[in-house]
């Protein structure tokens, strides 16, 4: 995770490193690494902008220039921006409000919502809660059977859908049956497409309408940098998302959409991806993200 900017960063302070007096023209130089290493590692080129700015302003101030250990100092400082820039704080679930709740899984086909559905499951079972796994996504038979197989390992129920059902109806009646059955938060794995279109956003909007969920969740594949930034910003735009969980971070050695998404959509990451097996699940707290970072 992050290792292409890790090192890339690196590289950019052992310039100033074992300096004594910084000169405003080293710290100039500095930054313009910095700047190319988030460029490189596909982050949105405004965020970059406003950062390297951010850092500038401060690192040009008397704590930097007057300092005696000043690399020490810059690297402080783009430390504290890069957990602004991340969302400041880990950005927790909302589980408040009466039971049974919904959490509603939205993205792309392929970008990991039925796997991330039961490694929400194992997560929120390991708080003591009692989750509910919804198969929501009748044209890929396969992805229900998936879920089914995925609940089973984790001693879970999950609702299957009976044929003829819609999704929003399904959605429904999946939160009739955890009420009856003592569930308290049904989380429903909903249809992907190959990209996004009108129907798949409607039916997202009949999901949500059915259900009022307190979280609706965007899955989005990390290795598909700025693609994933976009995508967010669509499904927000379209159907209003509440957060966003990154998977596959484990492969990305660039970062990219989670030094993104935050600024650009305002939305929190709440989760980070970083396996294919079910405890591969990551609270997204910033200040570690940032430790991670910086190598
Ligand atoms: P869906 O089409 O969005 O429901 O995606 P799936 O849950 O079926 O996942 C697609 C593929 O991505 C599967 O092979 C998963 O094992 C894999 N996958 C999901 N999350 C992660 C992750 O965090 N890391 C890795 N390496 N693979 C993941």
Redesign the pocket.
Known sequence: MFENLTERLNQAFSRLKGRGKLSEADIDRALREVRLALLEADVNYRVVKDFVARVKERALGQEVMESLTPAQQVIKIVHEELIRTLGDKASPLDLSGPTPLAIVLV???????????A?LARFLKRRGRNPYLVAA?IY?PA?IE?LKTLGQSLGLPVFEPQPGQSPPEIARLAMVQAKATGRDIAII?TA?RLHIDEALMEELKAIKEATSPKEILL?ADAMTGQDAVNMAKAFDEAVGITGVIL?????DARGGAALSIRAVTGKPIKF?????KLE?LEIFAPDRIANRILG
């Open positions: 993205g792309l086909q392929g970008s990991g919502k039925t796997t991330t559905a490694k996504d890929r992805a998936q794995d992907g899955v998977t596959k971070m484990e492969g980070l991806g970083t396996g294919e591969a």
